[in-house]
């Protein structure tokens, strides 16, 4: 019984010490393509202001040519890179899908035991126990998670299509990038959860094991 536990036990918390880096690297990557799409928008700003004083900067004999091939190419350079970012986004949402198939595996095999065993009395000489996730909980904030983050990856590629036509005015790219910004589809406040049972057990279990 004790052993189940430990197994079940670990195996939870391995599964939650995954979702809570794959929630990890969507911040990164979200923060990397709001980067890229400001990088647009400054391009966008700079272009309009070209065409503005174009008379200005002809009379300061500026070559207009190149000065718009540059931007033209900062440009495509910078929509290259959000192209191959959002890729990142696609892999992480199959990460997120092959996660909780795991999570599945892993629920499904504790009913299995539970069904032949019955339920198993938590151990009150065990604190860690106390900090434990059931593999149902686990699957349930993962399957939640992966979920959302499917959703948010199809948001944002719709968003993308839209990129070329939003380009033609600050206002348009500004207006994109608020949609691409929000992440409406993602409650953080489950991977948050997430992150802060893993502090939990991982503390008490530096706790227990100093005691020992």
């Known amino acids: 019984m004790q052993q189940q536990q430990i197994q079940e036990r670990s195996t939870s918390f391995a599964l939650l010490t995954k979702a809570e880096t794959l929630s990890n690297t969507w911040n990164r990557l979200q923060s990397k393509s709001l980067s890229l799409l400001q990088s647009i928008s400054n391009i966008v700003a700079q272009r309009t202001a070209t065409v503005d004083q174009m008379s200005t900067l002809e009379k300061h004999n500026v070559d207009l040519s190149r000065l718009i091939f540059k931007q033209t190419e900062s440009m495509e350079t910078s929509i290259a890179n959000l192209y191959s970012v959002v890729e990142l986004f696609e892999k992480m949402k199959d990460d997120w899908y092959r996660l909780e198939l795991e999570a599945t595996r892993h629920v499904s095999k504790s009913m299995n035991q539970l069904s ?9 000489n065990s604190l860690i126990q106390v ?22 990856y199809a948001y944002k590629t719709s968003l993308l299509s839209t990129l070329a036509s939003s380009t033609s005015t600050q206002h348009q790219i500004q207006n994109l990038i608020d949609r691409w910004n929000m992440e409406s589809n993602i409650n953080h406040s489950i991977a948050t959860d997430i992150a802060e049972r893993i502090k939990l057990y991982k503390t008490v279990k530096k706790v227990l094991e100093s005691v020992d």
Do not use: C, F, N
């Open 116 to 124: 032949m065993t019955g339920p198993i009395p938590i151990s009150t």
């Open 131 to 152: 900090t434990a996730v059931s593999p149902a909980q686990t699957h349930d904030m993962i399957s939640r998670l992966s979920y959302m983050y499917k959703e948010e």
